[in-house]
C-alpha cells in the first residue's frame, strides 16, 4: 500500500510564506496524481490543488496566484507553496494520492494524517 506523511505545517502571521511536503512510501508505482485539501472548523473538506505525473496541474480560484503546486517524480514528494497567507486560511491540510487526475476527494485513495495551518492577524 501507499503511506503518506506530511510536514510543514505551523503558526505564522498574515501576509507569511509556509512551504508543506509530503513524501510517500509504499507501492508508489500505482499513484498517478497527488493533491492538497483543507477543512477548517464547522466547514466542508475543501479542494485545493492537484498535480499528474505528466504535467497536469488545478487549483481553486480562493488559492490561484497564492498559491503553487510542485511534484519531484523521483522521491515521490508533492509541495504546496502558500504565500500571503490569510486568516482564512488557518485550517488543516491533507495530502492525497489518487491513480488519476481528480478534484473530487472521495476519488482520492490514500491520505496523510493532516497538519495544522493557522494564520493569526
Known amino acids: 500500500q501507499v503511506q503518506l506523511v506530511e510536514s510543514g505545517g505551523g503558526l505564522v502571521q498574515a501576509g507569511d510564506s509556509l512551504r508543506l511536503s509530503c513524501g510517500t512510501t509504499?507501492?508508489?508505482?500505482?499513484?498517478?496524481?497527488m493533491g492538497w485539501f483543507r477543512q477548517a472548523p464547522g466547514k466542508e473538506r475543501e479542494f485545493l490543488s492537484a498535480?499528474?505525473?505528466?504535467?497536469?496541474?488545478t487549483y481553486t480560484d480562493s488559492v490561484k496566484g497564492r498559491f503553487t503546486i510542485s511534484i519531484n517524480n523521483v522521491k515521490n514528494t508533492v509541495y504546496l507553496q502558500m504565500n500571503s497567507l490569510k486568516p482564512e486560511d488557518t485550517a488543516v491540510y491533507y495530502c492525497?494520492?489518487?491513480?488519476?487526475?481528480?478534484?473530487?476527494?472521495?476519488?482520492?485513495?490514500?491520505w496523510g494524517q493532516g497538519t495544522q495551518v493557522t494564520v493569526s492577524s
Open positions: 498535480i499528474s505525473r505528466t504535467g497536469g496541474i
Open positions: 492525497a494520492a489518487a491513480r488519476h487526475f481528480t478534484t473530487v476527494a472521495h476519488e482520492y485513495r490514500y
Open positions: 509504499g507501492r508508489t508505482e500505482s499513484i498517478y496524481a
